[in-house]
């Protein structure tokens, strides 16, 4: 095997538990978007060009006959701003890929993916071909899922009562937990906890995502102590 | 099969809407001066989103979820990733019919 196949795999298989979570899930969007009258086909056609299962399950709740396109893209970016801290961060990380492989990756980018991907970088560098074996898989079982679940329909039953929806909490507590250093860690988790679930109880929509961040974001630029820079060639950080 | 044409309008704006805030952030990184203060800040930016994910599931759903989640930190500071996982899903399963 090539490095590039090997690290392909080595994606593959590292994001193997979110694959078996998120199947279930993906079958229930696509039940659930028949039930709203979509074809199968516009049900693939939305999960695979889309391809954000919070953003899916939102839009089929308020879809309607005709399509609010307004509101559908309005919520489209409220739901997905998250994203942008995401791309931002993991963007840093992708050294080794060419322009289009960044845009192209970038279109691949989840949560889930999104958190193995910071993984992988903790534990040394991050491969396209690594980035790319987790997002190809993802995409694969997501849209082949909600295919599935549409032409199959109804009758599975919630994917929560078996527990499915903890699996991603219980995976990006395992990501979380690779990424503690030292007390700092603490004082960002704990306002980003915090503040994420604060504006959780108060604030409709998915702003919570983007406040918690901020918090913990700012707590640990409050925390940055002068010793931590080693400026290379004397220059002070401001 | 059909595809209404309303309803791909609706797709393809959802799917390019989506795509922006995907790339944005690379974006975001050209301008952004990474050094000190902001260094810190963007070094803590995977940790901190992580947590704001899950914070509400973890500190605002129910007793079993933060009792479940609490499992999954120990069991993921000594066992590998899926058998943590599969220990924290195990654990909210048992604790919801225990609790509700």
Redesign the interface.
């Known amino acids: 095997m090539g490095a590039r196949t090997q690290d392909f795999s080595a994606g593959a298989i590292a994001i193997l538990p979110v694959l078996v979570a998120t199947a279930p899930v993906a079958l229930l969007f696509g039940t659930l978007a028949a039930a709203k009258g979509l074809s199968a086909l516009e049900i693939w056609l939305m999960s695979a060009t889309v391809y954000a299962g919070a953003l899916q399950f939102v839009a089929i709740d308020q879809w309607a006959d005709p399509a609010p396109i307004g509101l559908l893209v309005f919520t489209a970016l409220v739901v997905n701003v998250r994203h942008i801290l995401m791309g931002a961060s993991i963007g840093r990380a992708m050294t080794d890929f060419s322009r289009p492989a960044k845009y192209a990756g970038m279109f691949l980018l989840t949560d889930e993916g999104w958190a193995f991907a910071e993984r992988r970088v903790r534990e040394g560098s991050l491969t396209p071909a690594y980035y790319f074996g987790i997002g190809v898989s993802m995409w694969f079982v997501w849209t082949s899922g909600s295919l599935l679940g549409a032409v199959i329909g109804s009758g599975l039953g919630d994917p929560s009562a078996y527990g499915f929806n903890f699996a991603f909490s219980a995976v990006f507590i395992c990501v979380l937990v690779g990424f503690w250093s030292d007390w700092r860690t603490g004082a960002v988790l704990a306002a980003s906890g915090a503040v994420s679930a604060m504006v959780y109880l108060l604030v409709p929509g998915a702003w919570y995502i983007i406040a918690g961040a901020f918090a913990g974001v700012g707590t640990a630029a409050a925390l940055h102590a002068k010793s931590d820079d080693q400026p290379p060639d004397g220059i002070l950080p401001s | 099969?059909?595809?209404?044409a309303?309803?791909?309008?609706?797709?393809?704006?959802?799917?390019?809407?989506?795509?922006?805030?995907?790339?944005?952030?690379?974006w975001?990184?050209q301008v952004?001066n990474?050094?000190?203060?902001?260094?810190?800040?963007?070094?803590?930016?995977?940790?901190?989103?992580?947590?704001?994910?899950?914070?509400?599931?973890?500190?605002?759903t129910g007793l079993a979820?933060t009792i479940?989640?609490a499992v999954?930190?120990i069991a993921?500071?000594r066992l590998p990733?899926?058998v943590?996982?599969a220990a924290?899903?195990?654990s909210?399963?048992v604790l919801?019919m225990l609790i509700g």
Do not use: K
């Open positions: 099969m059909s595809v209404d309303n309803t791909l309008l609706a797709i393809i704006g959802m799917a390019l809407a989506t795509y922006l805030t995907r790339i944005a952030g690379l975001l990184l952004a990474v050094r000190g203060r902001a260094r810190s800040a963007m070094d803590a930016l995977p940790p901190a989103v992580l947590m704001a994910v899950i914070a509400p599931t973890v500190l605002a979820e479940a989640a999954t930190i993921a500071f990733l899926l943590a996982v924290g899903v195990a909210v399963v919801r």
